[in-house]
């Protein structure tokens, strides 16, 4: 009997368009030695608590990172990009950095802020301009930032025009890992659509399938709904005390069912807050971003707390001492 299955295992070797198990277990096994023998580690971020709770940041993720307007995502998704180059020298990566939402100049004025600790308007006044000492060391920064492998773009693309984009850099630089940054999924422009929905839907759908080719990592940032403001959604009026809900961001259906993490940031103390709760416990909602890791599909979900300096870009692990409601 076993001989005649392996007489059969051995005639479903080759169906074109198709691996055999055997081949894909092969792949997998080479896949997991490289990992436990470091030749190849997750990407670590500037916190040590999502590294710790997500294990860094895989080839082959798809991340949704939401908010609402001024909350501090661009800040955060720019001291992330910044981090995986300087905390990652190893890596060969390159940054696609699609900035939709604002000039890509502006993009480099929060990293200037971030690194200096000077507010974005303040850099850029002609009324009060940077003294000879700022300006010089910014200048400093400017070159330290201009050997980071990181190529910005304005134009507007649709979901098709941007996977190709995407598979034509990989061409050229076959030996790196692409880190596609898209400031924001909204802001994708119109195929063959006839909604946002379909067009956001669309857009993650190629994210999956450009990822899984390649191998690349993308960082989608995406603004929430109204649907938590909507007068008879009794239990979530509250908007600054509701934790964020999945179901909060645009497009919400293919945002959960195409990526592999999904992140939403909130700050309580815009809405006046002064505590935040969640899981039983009062956090002291002064300068928090409250990270909710809503899915991570092979890990953990859940709080990680941040601390903010928004008006100079810089966002910190917040440690807490927290209290049982």
Not at 260 to 272: D, F, G, K, S
Request: proline share 3%; net charge positive; with cysteine.
């Amino acid at each position: 009997m076993e001989q005649n299955q392996n007489h059969q295992d051995k005639k479903f070797i080759e169906i074109k368009g198709f691996e055999h198990i055997s081949k894909t277990v092969k792949k997998t096994n080479y896949i997991i030695s490289q990992y436990r023998t470091g030749k190849i580690t997750p990407l670590l971020t500037f916190s040590d608590k999502l590294n710790d709770k997500i294990e860094g940041i895989y080839p082959g993720d798809q991340i949704v990172l939401a908010a609402r307007s001024g909350v501090g995502k661009s800040a955060c998704v720019n001291i992330i990009a910044k981090s995986l180059i300087e905390r990652n020298s190893w890596a060969k990566l390159l940054f696609l950095y699609w900035s939709m939402e604002m000039p890509a100049y502006q993009q480099i004025v929060r990293m200037y802020s971030n690194k200096i600790g000077k507010s974005v308007k303040g850099i850029l006044s002609s009324r009060n301009p940077l003294d000879e000492p700022s300006w010089i060391n910014l200048n400093k920064y400017g070159e330290d930032l201009s050997a980071y492998p990181m190529f910005f773009r304005e134009t507007p693309v649709n979901a098709e025009e941007w996977s190709n984009a995407v598979l034509n850099v990989q061409a050229l630089y076959p030996e790196h890992t692409i880190v596609n940054i898209y400031d924001h999924i909204r802001l994708i422009s119109k195929g063959n659509e006839s909604t946002e929905e379909q067009r956001i839907s669309n857009f993650m759908y190629e994210g999956v399938k450009v990822k899984n080719k390649i191998s690349c990592i993308n960082i989608f940032l995406s603004q929430l709904n109204r649907n938590i403001e909507n007068p008879g959604n009794v239990d979530r009026r509250d908007i600054g005390a509701s934790a964020p809900l999945a179901s909060d961001i645009f497009g919400s259906d293919s945002a959960q069912q195409f990526s592999t993490v999904v992140i939403i940031l909130h700050r309580p103390e815009l809405y006046n807050k002064k505590t935040y709760s969640f899981a039983g416990h009062v956090i002291d909602a002064e300068k928090l971003i409250a990270c909710h890791v809503l899915k991570q599909r092979d890990g953990w979900t859940g709080l990680i707390t941040w601390e903010h300096d928004l008006a100079n870009n810089r966002i910190w692990d917040k440690q807490l001492q927290l209290k049982t409601t």
